[in-house]
């Protein structure tokens, strides 16, 4: 951070992100072992990613109906957990940090912080995704397949959108429920979500073998409806994924447009209530 100049936007941004490193408990000995574990996670997962890149290389991945819905479903899963996560770190901004007003107080103008604060809850609701997603891209980047980016343009705008959703909903609790109640209800919520999926992956053990092949197949029926056939709406994710540079950068691009209305819509109510909030928290 000596290297950026004060009070510019990188140098928010590194602000932030290394708050939230340290508030992880990621800190001396602990900061140094984090990294190496991911450094080995990504060293060992890039062994199958170079081969998936080298197989993929200049090859004409067929979409069919079937494939275009699970990446519809997957992609689903994926949002939902980044909305969860930004609603409770939306709840870490208004109780954890207590920096908001002093920030607000410096020379530094107010809708740069408070736009700098919000990207920073969306790199965090996406960051881990991120990473996972290195190990298999960068080799096909690498290796001269440009179609690997668009994942990451994909997942950009994913992360984008689903800290947009999640901030109007962390407004929303604010304003409903109180500053007081606003933390753990967020944090109540992001935890359902996350054991929500935790029982959706049991539940064959739940319901019987014949009861969970009937209902996958009732959700793989759709594929029939021609509502997943290539070119229509709910197949665009997966033909953004698979090398449509146009639709990859128009989500990308409606992500943004949509983060930068809801980021300066409720901007000036978000810093209000993290003074507010500040001031009840006990």
């Given amino acids: 951070m000596r290297f950026l100049p004060q009070g510019s936007i990188p140098w928010l941004l590194a602000h932030e992100l290394r708050l939230t490193w340290r508030g992880r408990g ?3 000995k602990g900061r140094r072992s984090a990294w190496i574990v991911m450094a080995v996670m990504v060293a060992v997962l890039s062994i199958p ?15 069919v109906p079937e494939a275009a819905l699970i990446v519809d479903l997957v992609l689903g899963f994926l949002f939902t957990l980044m909305m969860s ?13 207590g920096d908001l007003d002093l920030l607000l107080a410096s020379p530094i103008p107010p809708r740069r912080v408070l736009t700098v604060r919000c990207v920073g809850i969306a790199v965090q609701s996406t960051l881990l995704w991120l990473l996972l997603l290195t190990p298999f891209a960068v080799p096909g980047l690498i290796q001269g397949d440009l179609r690997w980016g668009n994942a990451y343009l994909v997942l950009l705008g994913m992360g984008l959108l689903a800290a947009a ?3 109007v909903i962390a407004m929303g609790l604010f304003r409903v429920i109180g500053p007081k109640r606003t933390r753990a209800a967020a944090t109540v919520l ?3 979500i996350g054991v929500s999926f935790g029982l959706f992956g049991q539940l064959r053990n739940f319901v019987g073998q014949e009861t969970y092949n009937r209902w996958i197949d009732k959700v793989m029926s759709l594929s029939e409806t021609g509502l997943f056939d290539r070119g229509r709406p709910l197949s665009w994710p997966a033909q953004a994924l698979i090398g449509d540079y146009v639709l990859a950068g128009g989500a990308i ?3 943004l447009v949509i983060f930068a209305l809801v980021t300066q819509s409720v901007g000036r109510t978000f810093g209000g209530d993290a003074a507010a909030a500040a001031g009840t928290a006990t």
């Fill in 190 to 192: 992001s935890a359902l």
């Fill in 85 to 97: 996560t930004t609603v409770a770190q939306t709840a870490v901004a208004f109780y954890e940090r």
């Fill in 26 to 28: 990621a800190a001396g």
């Fill in 49 to 63: 990613g170079w081969m998936l890149a080298g197989v993929l290389k200049g090859r004409e991945i067929p979409l």
């Fill in 165 to 167: 959703f999640g901030l």
């Fill in 253 to 255: 691009g409606v992500a």
